[in-house]
């Protein structure tokens, strides 16, 4: 049975169940305690499972990632918290240098099942360090994996693949979508990583994105069939181990892409997606291939500036026909 | 004294020989061009290892930092495996692909050598919480430098092993210098253990270069730790005779002040208390010699053995599953 859950009740649910299934699973971060994380996502979790599995740190955010790498290397499933992506940029040298290298290093000896939540994104006004979107940062990475679902089925059933993984993965939840509502089912699923999702089929252009750019994605692709565009929308929901197939074959059928994301346009997601399809899918282009992105300036407070610099509807809109008619 | 501690002072005489031998042989091998990369050798520092190790078991945890092969081989590491790392050969502890700053072998408890400055800090201290939450009796042992108690990392760790009462014994081996940046102008205190204070840490400090010192010390420490399951950290003032790595020609102190530490000397102060107490100069030679061999044994081993392939050299990003 399925029933009408938020984004923020699914990734809850997603780690009570991993908790409940194996007592391995640990779960560290800040105030995620009785004050259920600066989100709200763990309310609940540490009456549930106790401070012995609930654990609160310290504002300590490179320690509180080392100390999840340490459990993970002797035999726990930590998952941490970072209250905001801004904040991984303290963990970065735990995350880079220990939790992504020490399979390789250490030649298979001793492995990472480390999940690292970061609410990401902006639209709330919150600011320069508190609305980023690093997401392409962790794709330079040899031995990370990297989830960015865009809605309550496929957060939920990515993070438990996520904590069941054997190797770090950092789970990127957009904070725009905690009280996006859909239809989850009761029982407990798993998610592939690295598996895109087709939700759109069309002819005329590959329309890809994730998180929640998706649902901006999803309103333009509306807009442009009322012009006559057919457009084929990917979710990317895994940015890393990237679903190179599902991209290629996409654009090898349509000619044309524009792919979308909340981070900005420099060496962004989009970035290594156009790069890709300039070397797999040349010779079947009939147009262009168009980034969206955020412009490239820090995060304004400002809510309107905000929104100004962020990808929207019309940006989307605008890159589709850009893609389509450039030829013409 | 009795005899199991004269039997006690000659393994660690033994040990430290070989760590010794072994370091002076990787620095020999890199002032010829037969090594490459880097090596942080520990020569000097010997003792620390020695006397902490004595104390732990197998299934205690040891986690190292970028000067760690002494580490290793008190903790039971195996000489040859260390040389064929160091020489990208697929008999190495990982085939080539850690190297001298990331040797690891599990199943001896050591997890780890690091190559960032107080990375393996919060590590150990995670290691430390998963041996808490299992309720064993195991400790974890991390190694760090001077340098190391200047990083974020360390304050941090130290924080939380203190407030969640974990089963961790911090080793910071004070040997004067990070890299070149003596200890002195990097922080405006004497003894670095008063940062244990900070926490609400208890501390020792101890003569790094006495062996006896270090093993009585760290066995009451350790001991401490398995009972009360509370933290503990030991500031061991020790001093390296060699430099930083090995390319390093010491332009940051003056030769007095090694000549007045080389007179301390750990393997030195170790063989003075043998002779007094009756073990025969020739029998120390004896030892000398054979350890040599050993080495130099293990070497010619490593010489021989495969290089690590390219097909193996990209396998192992991820553990599948």
């Known amino acids: 049975m399925a029933r009408l859950i938020t984004y923020r009740e699914a990734i809850r649910e997603a780690i009570a169940e991993e908790m409940s299934g194996n007592d391995k699973v640990i779960f560290l971060g ?63 040298d735990q995350i880079v240098n220990h939790a992504a290298k020490i399979h390789y290093i250490y030649s298979g000896q001793l492995n990472v099942p480390l999940t690292v939540r970061v609410p990401a994104g902006a639209g709330k006004g919150y600011g320069a360090s508190h609305s980023q979107s690093l997401d392409c940062w962790f794709l330079n990475v040899p031995g990370l994996k990297v989830v960015a679902p865009s809605n309550p089925y496929s957060a939920k059933g990515l993070l438990k693949s996520a904590i069941k993984d054997p190797n770090p993965v950092i789970f990127i939840e957009n904070k725009m979508l905690y009280d996006f509502k859909q239809e989850v089912p009761e029982e407990p699923y798993y998610l592939e990583i690295g ?36 457009v084929e929308l990917i979710d990317l929901a895994t940015l890393k181990p990237l679903d190179t197939g599902t991209i290629i074959n996409s654009v090898k059928k349509t000619g044309k892409a524009v792919i979308v994301e909340e981070g900005h346009k420099t060496s962004g997601v989009g970035a290594e997606i156009a790069a890709l399809i300039s070397e797999e899918c040349l010779e079947y282009m009939n147009g262009k291939v168009v980034r969206v992105a955020a412009e490239e300036c820090p995060i304004p407070s400002a809510q309107k500036l905000e929104a100004a610099i962020l990808p929207s509807v019309e940006k989307i809109t605008a890159a589709i026909k850009k893609a389509c008619f450039s030829y013409e | 004294m009795a005899n199991n501690n004269l039997d006690q002072l000659i393994n660690f005489y033994k040990l430290m020989l070989k760590v010794r031998i072994f370091e002076e042989k990787i620095d020999w091998l890199f002032s010829r061009g037969l090594l490459g990369g880097t090596s942080h050798m520990c020569i000097g520092q010997e003792a620390v290892a020695a006397g902490i190790s ?4 197998l299934d205690d945890y040891v986690i190292s930092s970028h000067r760690g092969h002494g580490h290793l081989i008190a903790k039971g590491g195996e000489v040859r495996k260390i040389f064929s790392e160091l020489m990208g050969k697929v008999d190495g502890y990982c085939q080539g692909k850690g190297g001298t700053q990331h040797l690891c072998a599990k199943e001896i408890g050591f997890y780890g050598t690091n190559g960032i400055v107080g990375g393996g800090i919060p590590v150990a201290t995670g290691i430390a919480l998963s041996i808490k939450l299992r309720r064993s009796r195991q400790v974890a042992v991390v190694f760090f430098g001077d340098g190391a108690t200047n990083q974020g990392t360390f304050h941090e760790s130290l924080n939380m092993a203190s407030i969640w009462g974990l089963p961790i014994l911090f080793v910071c081996e004070n040997n004067l210098y990070g890299m070149s940046a003596p200890v002195s102008k990097m922080t405006n205190i004497k003894d670095l253990a008063r940062r244990a204070d900070a926490y609400n840490i208890k501390s020792h400090i101890v003569d790094g270069m006495d062996v006896e010192a270090v093993f009585a010390r760290s066995g009451e420490a350790l001991n401490y730790i398995r009972d009360s399951q509370k933290p503990c950290f030991i500031e061991a003032k020790t001093y390296r005779h060699c430099g930083h790595s090995k390319s390093d020609a010491r332009v940051y102190r003056t030769k007095e002040e090694e000549k007045c530490w080389r007179e301390k000397d750990c393997l030195d102060v170790l063989k003075t208390r043998l002779i007094s107490l009756g073990f025969a100069a020739e029998q120390m030679d004896k030892i000398k010699a054979e350890t040599e061999q050993e080495i130099e044994a293990a070497w010619k081993l490593s010489e021989k053995s495969e290089d690590t392939p390219l097909s193996l050299g990209l396998k192992g990003v991820y553990k599948d599953g």
């Open chain 2, 54 to 57: 004595a104390n732990l078991n």
């Open chain 1, 195 to 230: 598996k895109a999702e087709t939700l759109l089929a069309g002819t005329d252009v590959s329309l890809i994105s994730y998180g929640r750019a998706l649902h901006l994605s999803l309103a333009a692709a509306k807009i442009a069939k009322e012009a006559g565009i057919s």
């Open chain 1, 30 to 92: 800040e105030d995620i305690g009785a004050y259920g994380g600066a989100f709200g996502v763990s309310k609940g979790l540490l009456e549930r499972f106790g401070a012995g599995r609930v654990i609160e740190t310290p504002i300590s955010e490179n320690s509180i990632v080392g100390v999840g790498v340490g459990a993970a290397m002797a035999g726990f499933c930590p998952i941490v918290e970072i209250m905001f992506m801004d904040f991984i940029t303290l963990a970065m």
